[in-house]
């Protein structure tokens, strides 16, 4: 019991993160036609920040399933490594659905606290990953419906706060790391050229976000290699 409210306490500032991340993904879902019920479900089945923005604008062109599986892998493959490294640090009673809770629950804040632990035991997981999973469907829901009643100036200012999220997480980075700076303008260049260029801009979402995203890793890859000490 302990360690649940310790995990607890630690998920609280999360949770704190999320709500106010999910109002913007509800609101954003009314504008692009989902009703209150369906925004919700989408945060209570799906727990990825990134992944439910772009899968939510690919679901405006029905049919587009490859275009939604690449983008996806693409966006929260990162999720998987995260979870590598954390299942070095499991108790021996995790196990069994306790693993299927950790992967579904891992997101990279939840991450970034989780993994200073020594041990990751059930409860502690379970404690830390309660609090932000209610926010993240709270948030939604209050967004969605909240955009219903809302006016339509009212929503519009609240849409930035979704772009504001993102330059909150990408800007700390990149005072620290040259090779963000290099990924981020890359990225944002191959957006503006898929947005407007008269053949690139008939490509899907899913792929262009995908491509953006690929492109910019490699070139920084190849620019700024990590250098490994050797064994």
Known sequence: MENYKRGLLAGIPIALGYLSVSFTF???????????WEATLISMTNVTSAGQFAGVQIMLYPGLWL????SQI??????SFMSVALSQKLDKRFSGIWKWLLGFMVTDEIFAVAIGEKKITR???LGLST????????????GAFLGNVLPDNVLNALGLALYGMFVAIVVPDMKKEKAVVVVVLISAALSVLFTYLPV??????GI????CAIIGAVIAAVLF???????
């Open 74 to 79: 693409t966006i929260n493959v990162r999720y």
């Open 225 to 231: 290699p990590v250098e490994t000490e050797e064994a």
């Open 200 to 205: 690139l801009n008939k490509v899907s979402v």
């Open 123 to 125: 409860s502690f997981w």
């Open 67 to 70: 275009d939604m599986l690449i």
């Open 131 to 142: 609090l932000p999973y209610f926010g993240w469907a709270l948030g939604t829901f209050l």
């Open 208 to 211: 262009a976000i995908s491509i």
């Open 26 to 36: 509800g609101i954003m879902t009314i504008k692009y036609g989902l009703n209150v």
